[in-house]
Every structure is written in C-alpha cells, then in structure tokens.
C-alpha cells in the first residue's frame, strides 16, 4: 500500500480500515487515488452507472434505460465479496469518479466485468490508474495467470486502452451487440500475466 498524500490521521485511519488504498497519484496538481470501494461508495457508484447509462443512451439516440431492481443491490454485494471481486475506485480530492469491477471464480482467469469513468474526468489517466491497479490487485491476491474482457470493437477509447495495457484479441462474437443504433461486433480479449499459478 502506498501513501504520498497526507490525510489527517483519523480521517486516514476509517478509511484504511473500510478501504484500503492502493495507489496515489496527481492529476492536474491534484491529489488522486485508486482504493477498494466500500458501502460508503454506494451513490457515488450509482452515479458513475447512471452517467454511463445516459451517455450509452445518447450514442444509441434512444431513452436511458432503467437501472434493474437489483442491479445496484447486486455492486454493492459484490463490494464485500472480497474473496471473489475486486471493486476500487479512483478519486479525485475525495470526489470518486471512476469504477472497475473485476471478477475471480476459481482457477487461472479472472474477468474485467466493467469499467467507467465519469465523462467530465475521461482523459485524464483514471482508466488507465483503475486497469492496472485492478490487475495487479488480481494478480496478487487470486494468483492468476490471465486476465479477460469483452468490449465492443466500436468502442475505440477503451480498446486503445486495453491495447495499450498489453491486451491481444481472443475471440469476435459477429454483430451480437450494437452501436450507434448499428449492429456491433464484441471483442474477448485477454493479457498474459508474467507469473501466476
Ligand atoms: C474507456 C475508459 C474507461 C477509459 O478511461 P479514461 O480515464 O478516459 O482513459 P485514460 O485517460 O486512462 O486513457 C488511457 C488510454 O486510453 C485511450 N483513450 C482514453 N480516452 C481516449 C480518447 N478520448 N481518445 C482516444 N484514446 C483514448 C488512450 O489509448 C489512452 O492512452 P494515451 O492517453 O496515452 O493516449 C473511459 O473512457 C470510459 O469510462 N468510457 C465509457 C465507459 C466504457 O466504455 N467502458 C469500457 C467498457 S468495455
């Protein structure tokens, strides 16, 4: 765990104990970090999804969708499953304004389930700080060998961050998904951990 920053002391300490951070750097002279998320982080998290939802609903010229009932009951479960998910957030002087959530079921992989950064804060690293944060967390904590995604091969932003954080392309699933109010193809893709089980 590193800590450049400095917190006062009791503010430092709730949140050590609730979630722990895992990296620290600056983004526009400003203090950031990447942490595990806890309960705590509960709308803020709704927020990221609903700004995502909005924007997914603007590509797609169509109405947001509605969240499902236990769509957020079900984040904010998997936050406590420590031993099978890995949440964190990033935050920018206390603000969260990124997501990544990443899945362990056993065995050699784990999965990036999703991914997002609010749309004011894209571009300034965030993604990049959450992807390789969550990696290594994974890597360290379940010893796996792999780590798997699925994006649609539109979505050239997040593809060029995966490419660049050393993802190669596995499989293409032909027009299962949609873009732009167009059929859309997805893309596994997988990165090789140098160590692993
Ligand atoms: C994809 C996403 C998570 C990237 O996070 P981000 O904080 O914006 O990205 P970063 O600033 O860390 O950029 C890292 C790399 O990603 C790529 N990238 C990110 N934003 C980009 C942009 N606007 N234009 C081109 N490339 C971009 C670049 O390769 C960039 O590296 P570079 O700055 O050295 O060129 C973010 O754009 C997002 O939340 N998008 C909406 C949700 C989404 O699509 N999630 C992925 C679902 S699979």
Redesign the pocket.
């Known amino acids: 765990m590193t800590e450049k920053f400095e917190r006062n002391p009791q503010q430092k300490e709730s949140r050590e104990q609730e979630s722990i951070i895992v990296r620290c750097f600056e983004v526009e002279g400003k203090e950031a970090d990447v942490r595990y998320a806890s309960q705590e982080d509960y709308q803020a998290v709704a927020d990221i999804f609903e700004d995502?939802r909005r924007?997914?609903a603007e590509r797609d010229h169509k109405l947001p969708e509605k969240p499902a009932d236990d769509e957020m009951l079900e984040a904010s479960r998997r936050i406590d499953e420590r031993d099978k998910f890995i949440v964190l957030v990033?935050e920018i002087e206390d603000l969260v304004c990124?997501y990544?959530e990443l899945g362990w079921y056993g065995g050699d992989t784990a999965f990036?389930h999703?991914?997002?950064?609010?749309?004011k804060?894209?571009?300034?690293?965030?993604?990049?700080?959450?992807?390789e944060s969550c990696i290594s967390e994974a890597q360290n904590r379940f010893n796996v060998k792999n780590i798997e995604?699925?994006?649609?091969a539109q979505?050239?932003?997040?593809?060029?961050?995966?490419?660049?954080l050393g993802f190669k392309e596995k499989e293409i699933q032909k027009g299962v998904d949609e873009w732009d109010n167009k059929p859309a193809d997805r893309v596994s893709m997988v990165k090789h951990l140098n160590s692993g089980k």
Request: glycine share 8%; proline share 0%.
């Open positions: 995502q924007l997914r990033s990124g990544v990036v999703a991914i997002t950064v609010l749309e804060y894209q571009g300034k690293k965030l993604g990049k700080e959450l992807m995604l699925s994006v649609i979505n050239k932003n997040a593809v060029s961050l995966y490419n660049k």
